[in-house]
Structure formats: C-alpha cells, structure tokens
C-alpha cells in the first residue's frame, strides 16, 4: 500500500492515472468522498464491496482520492468520521498475501488517521514533488502552441518567477495572460473600431483550444511571426496574471505578497550585503557552494531596538530573491487549545516545503521562541519548531527568518548551529542611513530648498527609522494643517508657505522623541557578545 502527499488533488490523480493506463490491472477501483455521500453504515458496505471486487480480480488496484476527508484522524472533524478509517484499516488487514494495490492520496497527511499509517497498511508513503524550474519550463512550453507567441518575454523568465507553482497553477497563469491579452485588445478595439482590426487579420478561434469559443469577439493582439499570424503575449500580460495568481500551496496561509525593495529601505548596507550573500549564493551558486562542502544557513535571526526596520527588511528579502513569503505573528500563532500551535506550525512548514524556494517569517518570534522555564506548552512549540528545523528531510529550499526585540528570553537550543546561525544585529540607522530615510521619505513631498537634510539627520541621532517616518510625517501634518486653514478661508498659500520649511520638522521633532536608550543598545550589544561566544 502506498499514501501520496499531493500539491493539488488534480495534478496527483493526473500523474497517477497515466501510470495506471500502463500497468495490466484486471480491475481498477476508485474511492472518494463523493461517492461516499450517504449513510455511516451504507458508506461502510460500499467499502466493504469495493475490497471485495478487487480481491476477486486481482491483480488489482484500489485509489481512495482524498484520504483524510474519508478517514480522518480523530481528533479533527474529517468529513467521513473515523469509523470509516476503522473499517478501511479492516480491509486492508485482510490483504496480506493478496495481488491487491491500495493507493491512497491527500494533501494533508498530517490529518490521515495514524492507524492507516503504518506497516502493512499504507507502508509506503511518497512525496510528489512540485515542478523545478525546468519542469515549469516545460509545462509552460506545453500550454503554449504554434499561434501564441511570447518572445516578448520568454518562457525561461516566467518559469524563474513561478517557484513553487504546480502544473494547475501554471496553467491558471497562462489562462490568465491569455485573459489581459484579450482585455488588452478590447481596449484598442475601442479606441481604434473593428473594421481597421479586421484590416490587420483576426485570428480564427478554432486554431487554439483556449481561446474558443466565448468572448471571441472581443479580438485578439495580432503578430507576425515567419508569416503566420500569432497571439502575442506582452511583458505586461504576465505581469498582471503574476498578481491574479498565487500558488496553490500558499493559498492557507500566504498573507501578502511583499513589493519592499533594497531601495525603499535606507541606509544599513553591510545588512544587505550580509543577507543577500547569506539568501543569494544559494539561489545562484549552489555546484559551487556543494564543490567548497559550505552549507547554506537554515535560519537567521534579525534583532535590535523596535522601529529599526526588520520586518521591512525581511520582506525585503524575499522581493530581491523572488521568494515565495510566508508571514507568521508569532503573538497571534498561540492557540489557546493544546497541541493546536504544534499542528499549525507543521503545518506551516510543509507549505514552506511545497513552495520552495520559500521564506517562512516569524515576526516578533520571542512569543512562541522564550526560554519555556517549566511551562509544557511552550516547551512544546519550540520542540516543535526544532524538529522542523532539524528534521531529517531537510528544510531543502526553506529559509527561516526570524525578528525579535527581545533576544535575551529566546531558547538557547535555537541559536545553536544549524539553526538560526546566523545573528544580525539591526540596529538604529547611522548618520548616512539617516539621510537617505529622510530624503526616501520627503522626496515626492514639497520640501522647502532651505532645510538642511543632513543638520536634520545630526539632530535625530540614536533615533529608530521608524521614528525618522514619524518625524517627516508630523512634518507634514504641519503643513496640511496650515493648507487646510488657508483653503477654508479661501485664500492661497504664498510662496514662502507652499513648502514643508525647516520649522515644520522643528515641531515634529518637538512631538517625536527617540525611545531608544543607551542602555538598551548597550544590552543587545553584551546579548551578541554572550551569543557568538
């Protein structure tokens, strides 16, 4: 008996019905929840007679799609209840010495009753993997026919941006561009009238599957490719099906698609420096890396003074290396049920695993990661998200990402190597970050000449970048008010007042006030020393 982990349920009972077409089965059986749709007792007579029939043909083979809607474990409401997974471990114990395959798929297996999962039942228990980039490549080509032209932007790049799609995803996406190409041209048509597309050569709809029949009339882009008349695919196509279409191992628990690049974030560049060789090599290098025997990190703890952008640059991260990102607040991941945390957290790590290469981010990761001082359920997370970090699979593909205001409290045992080994210290921004905030976060903004940027940055030393945002935004507010005053009274600003000035950020600097001491910097100072010693 063998269990298939699935990304979809349609792409595994795809691949596994084609290897049935090529195997000499007298009988092949399909079980699922759709036709176990009635009473307890007449679902368990059909599986009964299901087993049956295949003794009786064998060699034979049994498929139950969706096993955990059909024998749940019993701890979780799975569709079915778990007197069927009483009644299926029955039969499959009856199989021994009998030419009878049984093959069950899920997604989820965690939640598949644990007496299936065991030897002489489901013995074996096979991942399938999502598409590499060269698999995605492939399925890509194969979506794409003769009359669809994209050398505008090539199938190489759309399969570099799709990690951790699978086939079903990618021809959602392809759909998709296929979708704004028509829309697209709907819009010229518009603009331009039919009879002058029908001058340039419209496309007969029988030619590609995809685009008939409904909607046709809508027109198509038409280009010319060894004089034959082609659909063409634009950058801007792919780009607008890219944001309609998540993978569909995200779906659960992806929480934003973050658009933070190195550029929106000032200053800290010996932090990016470290961080991109730490996510990029990798990514980029990784026969060299195998070849010099230097491992990537599993995981990397940023720390430091709240306000001083870890989240941003975690986020950050994920943009410049395309990265699928998985957002986690480790406050709102307590769950107020016992063994509730640990089987979320799992399950957030075989998500990471389906759609890698994937950033898995704690934020605020001391709510779940402090020391546990005798608490079990605490004891229990951070059990939990060790065994993750170490299991025997690997996190193949999955970078751990973690921000934390608080160091001092978090496990040892997950700062040890192999883990978060990496420490990077992410503190307040210096003199020059300073500037490049201030000007990042006035540039779009009226900004009278004669304020002194860098007299402003000497000024707002020791403040967090946070800070520095909320002093250009008081700045601001400044101004808006002094605009709304002169529009209520119907008269213009002059000149000298149409400009955010100098006293503006006094008043602001006046309102926001550093929060970060001395003291504090100088406790994650002595918390780095202990931790690399």
């Not at 049935?20 to 368990?44: C, H, M």
């Not at 474990?73 to 499959?92: C, F, K, W």
């Not at 086939?167 to 009879?195: P, W």
């Not at 009274?489 to 000298?496: D, I, K, N, P, V």
Request: proline residues 5%.
């Amino acid at each position: 008996m063998a269990e298939k982990y699935r990304q979809t349920f349609e792409g595994a009972v795809a691949s596994f019905s084609m290897a049935l077409k090529e195997a000499p089965w007298r009988k092949v059986t399909t079980i699922d929840d759709s036709t176990l749709d009635r009473t307890t007792r007449q679902n368990k007579s059909t599986i009964t007679e299901v087993f049956a029939e295949a003794v009786a043909h064998e060699p034979s083979i049994v498929v139950i799609d969706k096993l955990e809607a059909i024998a749940g474990s019993p701890d979780r409401e799975s569709g079915l209840g778990d007197s069927l997974a009483s009644v299926l471990a029955m039969e499959l114990d009856k199989l021994k010495y009998k030419q009878v395959l049984v093959v069950g798929t899920t997604s989820k297996p965690n939640d598949v009753d644990k007496r299936l999962r065991t030897p002489g039942r489901f013995r074996y228990e096979i991942e399938v993997p999502i598409p590499d980039l060269h698999a995605r490549i492939a399925i890509l080509e194969v979506l794409g026919d003769a009359c669809v032209s994209t050398y505008d932007y090539p199938m190489e790049k759309i399969g570099e941006r799709t990690h951790g799609f699978v086939g079903a995803d990618l021809e959602a996406l392809y759909e998709a561009a296929l979708d704004s190409v028509i829309d697209r041209q709907y819009e010229e048509e518009e603009k331009v009238g039919v009879h002058a597309l029908k001058e340039n050569g419209v496309l007969d709809p029988s030619s590609h599957p995809l685009l008939e029949p409904e909607g046709f009339d809508k027109g198509r882009t038409i280009a010319d490719v060894d004089g034959k008349a082609v659909i063409e695919i634009l950058q801007e196509d792919w780009e607008k099906a890219l944001l309609e279409v998540r993978p569909t191992a995200m779906k659960e628990v992806f929480i934003e698609t973050p658009k933070v690049r190195w550029t929106d974030i000032g200053g800290s560049a010996d932090v990016k420096d470290a961080l991109t060789q730490v996510i990029e090599w990798p990514l980029k290098f990784p026969e060299k890396l195998a070849e010099l025997e230097l491992e990537s990190s599993k995981g990397i703890l940023l720390y430091g003074p709240p306000g001083c952008s870890k989240t941003l640059t975690a986020k950050a991260i994920a943009t410049e290396a395309g990265l699928n990102f998985i957002a986690v607040k480790g406050a709102e991941f307590i769950q107020s049920y016992v063994g509730e945390s640990e089987r979320a957290l799992r399950g957030i790590f075989d998500k990471a695993r389906q759609a890698s290469p994937s950033v898995i981010f704690f934020d605020e990761i001391d709510a779940i990661g402090a020391s546990s001082r005798g608490q079990q359920s605490g004891l229990n997370i951070v059990t939990t998200l060790l065994n993750e970090m170490d299991g025997i699979g690997g996190l193949q593909g999955v970078l751990v990402l973690a921000a934390t205001n608080k160091p001092e409290i978090l496990d040892p045992a997950l700062l040890r190597p192999g883990r978060f080994d990496e420490l990077i210290y992410i503190g307040p921004p210096n003199l020059e970050a300073r500037i490049e905030i201030i000007n990042l976060r006035t540039r779009s903004k009226p900004l009278d000449p004669d304020v002194n940027v860098a007299a402003l940055a000497l000024r707002t030393d020791g403040y967090s970048g946070a800070e520095l945002v909320s002093v250009c935004m008081e700045a601001t507010k400044s101004y808006m008010k002094r605009w709304v005053e002169l529009e209520t009274l119907g008269e213009q600003m002059s000149t000298t007042e149409a400009w955010i000035t100098q006293q503006d950020f006094d008043h602001a600097l006046g309102k926001v006030v550093s929060r970060i001491t001395p003291e504090m910097t100088r406790r994650y100072e002595l918390w780095s020393q202990g931790a690399s010693g």
